[in-house]
């Protein structure tokens, strides 16, 4: 077990030299940084001068990727790619361009991220187990085909209509809890149950319907069949049986989003005010911080795959007939 | 006279058409290929959102075909024989042929906001009147509802008026175009027309006609009730800056038809290649394509595509004197956007397809054309390509809906298609902060979210329909 771990591991890591190198080539080499500073420092009144001084303020006035002015080591290490990307590995993340310490604010902002996106995960699971399994439980009568339905209605749904129509409901008719806004400590519950309603209901639709799928690929097995033939009750067999084999998949689905949780949900984060990772990420491309939409990309890929990972010993886990080699 | 202008996303529309004709025609003449379509065909949603669909495509169609009009040059006869050794002159905005098919909506603009129907501006101005004095009112608009006497006291009985006009006219129309379908279904099948009309009544035809004729007859009332109010209201009102929502709903059709179809169409490509070489030779060209797509896959979707986006601004800021107009800079980024959210969205059916093809590539007929020493390029395009195009084409109808919701979010993150251009994430996320103002503006949301919901259903039920008839496991007998 511990020598698979260790191996996939180390399989990960020219995964993640591959998202460096990418994310290198997207913001140093595809526009220079003199693009960057150039708008930074807005289109006009743009001089030579402005852009250097812009550029040493963020550590932008260095080669590339080889330093032909440094001696030995420092040729490649007194370089953007270095100082840049490199770092990253070691979650150096830098400072934004606001001057502030980008891997501070990540640690800050992420519990709010957290608090926000656990209970989507949980209070949604749970809602479309339960949708789903009564569908399955009245397959092939009105009842699964009107739900199925409704399904595809509340899928086709765009979530920005959840979170507009759900603030304008709860927030601005009834009054119930504030539209907006965070606060940490025992009142939290009150900015946050109404983002969770809304991601919750947002992920019914296409939530639900492949869990129906699946349980109704289980439903149609030989074992089931036999449990029936013993004489148990249907509900028993939906329970009993189908439920705890259609969660192979469910569950490594789940696992695999497990990480990335912590990253937040973008659009419900900055429509609800609350200052998790989401909120901060949005806030920097509409500010144009190069700096921390660099660090996001690399931090969402390291915990996707992490995600990755966990998700192949899960299987070992609650799958027997999966066996790690 | 006119001067056509050929954008990059018209180019690649109408070869998306060329493509759909091409193979509808080779479909027509392979049973195969025939026998799913004919279950599509035969399935009432998939008639019904098939009809939905259409008039969209339509829609987007018309507002594919780009030109430029000359400018209306006022000069005397001295300058005239000048003028005319210049070129001419073209107005730098480009129009499409469903701005001259709706010209009234795209012209008629009010000052600022105005409700649905209203003949009002929807906030209270200071007016001087003719004494001399000024009053607080609202007041009227230029255009909406500007053929009323006394608003007031009329608008209601012109609205109805004009509606039941509406709904008449469309009757009519259905009439005759039901009994010119009819006719023509009669001639075919060599029946009588009260025969025929009994079979399509019990539902005794193959395709469910009924369900053409009420959803046909659903869409007409609509499109009447459109154009007989459209040209003297403004149907769901106007915008800050007083222009008719209707007509950004209309115009953001093509923008989501683009970005749902276009984006499939680029990375259609690199999926299905990849995707079958990697199960096809395994080895190490399986290891490389899948450490590629790993590797792409490992980056949010949505940070990589902002990331992107924003590199693409930096670049056309920087190059602005390669666009000639607002217009072909705007379809660049919707190009552009639709190129990255392919190379996002490619490694899923990368992946499917790498796996069906590990199956395939197993199965007896693949090795007896291996033992006769059939070349490699030879077995996939002829063997193995065709087993996994049903994948191709169920992926390709499933992911459309996801894109067009997709474009809303990215437009409210600011990494969609350019602000200037018509399209519903953009419509939100302009009406949004309206949200505040009270009483509130809810027209542009409203519409923005209608016309998107109705798109996103119809290609949902036709994907479940496509996908229904195509996937072999779920195929009936």
Redesign the interface.
């Known amino acids: 077990m511990l020598a698979y771990i260790i191996r996939r591991f180390f399989y990960a890591i020219p995964i993640l030299i591959g998202v460096n190198l990418i994310t290198f080539v997207l913001f140093f080499v595809v526009n220079t940084p003199d693009d960057m500073a150039r708008m930074q420092l807005g289109m006009k009144h743009v001089t030579p001068v402005a852009i250097e001084k812009w550029k040493q303020a963020h550590g932008y006035d260095r080669p590339l990727l080889y330093n032909n002015q440094q001696q030995g080591l420092s040729s490649v290490t007194d370089t953007i790619f270095f100082d840049k990307s490199v770092r990253l590995f070691a979650f150096q993340f830098g400072q934004a361009d606001d001057g502030r310490d980008i891997a501070h604010d990540i640690r800050e902002r992420m519990w709010a991220s957290l608090a926000i996106a656990l209970p989507i995960l949980l209070v949604g699971l749970l809602v479309t187990i339960t949708v789903s399994m009564l569908l399955a439980f009245f397959r092939a009568t009105y009842i699964d085909f009107i739900g199925v339905i409704l399904l595809v209605v509340l899928m086709s749904v765009s979530s920005l209509f959840y979170i507009i129509g759900g603030q304008f409901l709860v927030g601005k008719l009834l009054h119930l809890v504030p539209i907006s806004g965070y606060q940490g400590g025992i009142d939290a519950w009150k900015f946050i149950i109404l983002p969770v309603i809304i991601g919750v209901v947002g992920g019914i639709g296409s939530g639900s319907r492949w869990y129906r799928t699946l349980f109704l690929e289980e439903i149609g097995k030989d074992y089931v069949r036999t449990a029936r033939a013993k004489g148990l009750a249907e509900i028993r067999v939906l329970f009993r049986h189908v439920l705890r084999n259609a969660m192979i998949p469910i569950l490594t689905g789940v696992v695999v989003v497990l990480p990335t949780l912590f990253m937040g949900s973008l659009i419900l984060e900055s429509f609800f005010g609350i200052p998790g990772l989401g909120s901060y990420t949005i806030d920097a491309i509409r500010a144009q911080d190069f700096a921390i939409v660099r660090s996001m990309v690399f931090l969402g890929s390291v915990l996707y795959i992490l995600g990755l990972l966990l998700t192949d010993i899960s299987y070992t886990l609650v799958d027997p007939r999966v066996r790690l080699s | 006279m006119i001067k056509p202008v050929l954008l990059w996303t018209d180019v690649l529309i109408f070869v998306l058409v060329a493509i759909v004709v091409v193979f509808a025609l080779y479909a027509r003449y392979h049973e195969h290929l025939r026998a799913p379509w004919r279950q599509v065909f035969r399935s009432r949603t998939g008639v019904a959102s098939l009809l939905v669909l259409s008039l969209y495509v339509l829609i987007a169609l018309l507002d594919s075909v780009h030109f430029r009009l000359p400018l209306a040059t006022k000069v005397g006869a001295a300058q005239a024989t000048a003028i005319t050794q210049q070129q001419d002159h073209y107005s730098v905005e480009v129009l499409s042929l469903l701005d001259m098919v709706v010209k009234p909506l795209r012209e008629q603009g009010e000052k600022t906001y105005s409700a649905p129907l209203a003949t009002e501006l929807f906030a209270r101005e200071t007016v001087e009147s003719a004494d001399g004095g000024q009053q607080r009112l609202y007041p009227r608009l230029r255009y909406g509802g500007a053929h009323l006497e006394d608003p007031a006291a009329d608008r209601k009985m012109d609205l109805f008026k004009r509606s039941v006009v509406a709904i008449l006219s469309a009757l009519l129309l259905w009439l005759v175009l039901m009994t010119l379908l009819l006719r023509l279904l009669a001639r075919r099948r060599q029946l009588s027309l009260a025969l025929m009309l009994d079979n399509i009544l019990h539902q005794r035809e193959s395709v469910p006609w009924v369900v053409v004729v009420l959803v046909s007859a659903l869409l007409l009332v609509l499109i009447m009730l459109m154009m007989q109010l459209a040209p003297h209201y403004h149907l769901f009102g106007t915008d800050k800056v007083g222009q008719d929502v209707l007509y950004q709903a209309l115009k953001s059709i093509r923008t989501a038809l683009a970005i749902g179809t276009l984006t499939t169409l680029v990375m259609l490509p690199f999926a299905v290649l990849l995707g079958i070489l990697a199960g096809y030779f395994r080895g190490w060209v399986d290891d490389v394509i899948q450490?590629l797509y790993?590797?792409?896959?490992?980056?949010?979707g949505?940070?990589?595509i902002?990331?992107?986006v924003?590199?693409l601004q930096?670049?056309i800021?920087?190059h602005a004197e390669l666009f000639a107009t607002d217009a072909e800079r705007a379809d660049m980024r919707l190009l552009f956007l639709c190129l990255i959210l392919g190379i996002t969205s490619w490694t899923g059916l990368c992946r499917l397809l790498r796996g069906e093809t590990l199956k395939i590539r197993e199965v007896e007929y693949i090795q007896a054309a291996t033992a006769f020493g059939v070349r490699s390029s030879r077995i996939i395009s002829r063997h193995i390509l065709p087993n996994v195009m049903h994948i191709v084409l169920i992926s390709v109808v499933l992911d459309f809906?996801g894109l067009v919701?997709a474009e809303?979010?990215l437009s409210?993150?600011?990494?969609g298609v350019d602000p200037s251009m018509h399209s519903w994430g953009n419509m939100?996320n302009s009406a949004?902060l309206e949200?505040a103002r009270e009483p509130m503006v809810w027209w542009a949301?409203v519409a923005a979210?209608i016309f998107?919901?109705v798109l996103?259903?119809a290609a949902?039920?036709f994907a479940?329909v496509v996908r229904d008839a195509f996937d072999p496991r779920l195929r009936k007998g």
């Open positions: 450490y790993t590797t792409l896959n490992s980056i949010p949505v940070l990589l902002a990331a992107a924003l590199m930096v670049y800021d920087t809906s919701l809303a979010v409210y993150v600011g990494v939100i949004r949200m949301l979210f998107m919901f996103v259903l949902n039920l479940d």
